[in-house]
Structure formats: C-alpha cells, structure tokens
C-alpha cells in the first residue's frame, strides 16, 4: 500500500529532521524545503499529497505563497504551520488556500493526527487555536460534516496512551501530568462520547486513527 508523500517546509534542520524521524514510518517525506523562493518550484515537481507549511520561514509570505500553491497543486492539502494563535488567521488560511491550521509548539502526535486528517479529506484546526463550536464553525466552512464530536489534543495524547496499554499513572508520568488529571481527561472523553467501557474507549481510538486495529 502506498504511504501517503509529504514535503516538508521549515528553515530549522533540527525541528524537519524531528518531523521525519516522527513521520517516516506512517508517511514518505519526499523532500524538505527551507526557502520559501524554492518551494513553487519543488511542489510542482514532485506533487506531493500534502504539504506541511512553516509560515514564518524567510523569504515566504504564507497567504501568498499558499494561494499559488493552490492554483499550482490543486490536489496538494497543505497544512498550515505557525506560530499566531488567532481564529482569524484560521479562518483566512481555511477559507482561501489551507486544508488545515496547527501551531508550532503542538506535540507530536496532534501532527500526525492533523495529517491523517487531512489525507482522509477531512479540513483540521488546532483544538488550542478556537474552541468546541469555533472548530464545529470552521469546520462547517470548510465542507465538514456537521455536528462532529471532536477530541482536544490532550484528550488525543491521554487517549492514545491508554489504548496502547499504559495504566493512567503510567500516561500521567508521559505526559507530566498528574494520575488525576489523566483521569479528568479519561472520564471526560468517555462522557463526552457516550462510552460505558474500556473496551468502547480503545474502539474510539482506533476510529480516530491514534492506534491501529488488531
């Protein structure tokens, strides 16, 4: 099965090889760009299905560059990099160029999560950027299905903890949190989705793409 191919877009070494060594074993980074003056060219060229874009790069305006790399690479999601964390921005980007909106400082896991949803054709914004019905919102601009349950990006890393077999002082211990406020956040998910079990806590996660079936 072919891995879904990511160009990726940052002026930091250190941070694109973190991204790669994150990445590489769900996605083909078929290249990395640090100079905005470059990335037209290397879209064009290798055609990737998404594009992870540091706005903030020298030598690039994002709102413009993403507009031509839209026109250029209509079939390119692109994903949206930065570092403002105004709704407004996010609004802007999603409506004019962006298939999604994430900060810089997200973990790890909120990025491959962002790009999962943006593979499956679905738009995405940073749970830390708008809130419940902000997102619901932008998401509704952007063509999403309406009314969809959406887990913040602490709720996804306890989440995925859990569903891989860590006991929540075990997750609490990863994350640098307490046991009690992994536990606020196990038992939030669970009523917030209507689950009873464990076991319907480990079928949400796979659903959302945070651990494999078995």
């Known amino acids: 099965m072919r891995r879904p191919r990511i160009l990726l877009v940052d002026d930091r070494i250190l941070r694109m090889d973190a991204f ?3 990445l590489e ?3 083909e980074i078929v290249g990395t760009v640090s100079d905005g003056r470059a990335l037209l060219h290397v879209a064009s060229h ?3 299905d998404l594009i992870v874009i540091d706005v903030g790069m020298p030598l690039l305006n994002g709102p413009e560059i993403g507009r031509k790399l839209k026109d ?3 079939r390119t999601r692109l994903l949206m990099v930065t570092m403002n964390e105004g709704v407004g921005i996010a609004v802007e980007a999603l409506r004019e160029w962006a298939a999604g909106f994430l900060l810089k400082n997200s973990a790890g896991p909120e990025l491959t999560y962002a790009l ?3 593979i499956g054709a679905k738009p995405y914004i940073t749970p830390r950027v ?3 019905k902000q997102r ?3 998401f509704q601009n952007a063509s999403a299905p309406s009314g969809e349950k959406l887990l913040t ?3 996804r890393e306890v989440l995925q903890l859990l569903a891989e077999g860590l006991t929540m002082k075990a997750a609490a211990e990863t994350l640098s949190l307490t046991p009690r406020t992994v536990a606020f956040h196990k038992y939030k998910i669970m009523q917030d989705f209507n689950l009873r079990s464990n076991v319907e806590l480990l079928k949400l996660a796979i659903r959302e793409n945070l651990v494999p079936p078995e």
């Open 20 to 22: 790669r060594k994150l």
């Open 25 to 27: 074993p769900e996605f």
């Open 46 to 48: 290798l055609l990737p």
């Open 72 to 74: 250029l690479v209509p």
């Open 116 to 118: 999962r949803e943006l």
């Open 130 to 132: 708008a809130n419940h």
């Open 136 to 138: 619901r919102e932008l």
């Open 153 to 155: 990006a602490r709720q």
